[in-house]
């Protein structure tokens, strides 16, 4: 912002200097202000827009620095001419246009660079989110794999765990075949010893 400002002042103080070493017609005064003017919307063009292609940018610049003698060339003239009319110097009317232009190119040249090191910046955060964006992409897929792996351990002891049920079941219901016959047993064994005492008391007797 402060080179553009800077620009714009120095741009400013050429297209007066232009307009006063004129004469007092628009016509005049137009064709002396064109110069400064033009050398202004040529910066902002270059400065704004970006570069694709090396010969282009190459013919960009070079009517770029053309279009800026021209306007020196011209202003100088008539800053010289302007400041000399109001009393300066001779050696002070020729110094003070090399002011004017000095600053000119000082901000002209700045704001190109500035206007470079920013689109520099923004190709460089783009990068970074465009890889993350691929990154995660094939990071969704795996995620879910995970997640469907306890369902699968949860399906086979579900499985298991049926299987478990049964054989518990059989352990259990195999002693009550073993103790159902043994009760009828001794009774069996009692019933044939009663009759054994009844007969064997006669003889004894």
Avoid: F
């Avoid at 400064?36 to 400065?47: D, G, I, K, R, Y």
């Avoid at 009550?176 to 006669?202: G, I, Q, W």
């Amino acid at each position: 912002m402060l080179a553009r400002l800077t620009l714009v002042l120095g741009v400013a103080a050429s297209i007066a200097a232009n307009v006063l070493h004129a004469r007092n017609n628009l016509v005049s005064q137009g064709i002396a202000a064109w110069p400064p003017l033009a050398l202004l919307l040529t910066v902002e063009l270059v400065s704004r827009v970006p570069v694709h292609r090396r010969g282009l940018a190459a013919c960009r610049i070079t009517a770029t620095a053309a279009i800026a003698g021209i306007a020196a060339w011209v202003s100088y003239w008539h800053m010289a001419g302007v400041t000399a009319r109001y009393g300066e110097s001779p050696v002070s009317a020729h110094l003070m246009p090399l002011c004017v232009d000095g600053l000119v190119v000082v901000a002209s040249i700045s704001l190109v660079e500035l206007a470079g090191r920013i689109r520099a910046l923004d190709t460089a955060e783009s990068l970074p989110e465009t890889g993350r964006a691929r990154a995660s992409a094939p990071a969704a897929p795996s995620g879910a794999g995970t997640r469907t792996a306890p369902a699968k351990k949860t399906t086979r002891a579900r499985r298991t765990a049926p299987g478990r049920a049964p054989a518990a079941a059989r352990t259990t219901r195999e002693p009550k075949p073993a103790t159902a016959p043994a009760a009828p047993v001794p009774s069996d064994t009692a019933a044939d010893d009663r009759p054994a005492e009844h007969h064997l008391a006669p003889a004894t007797a």
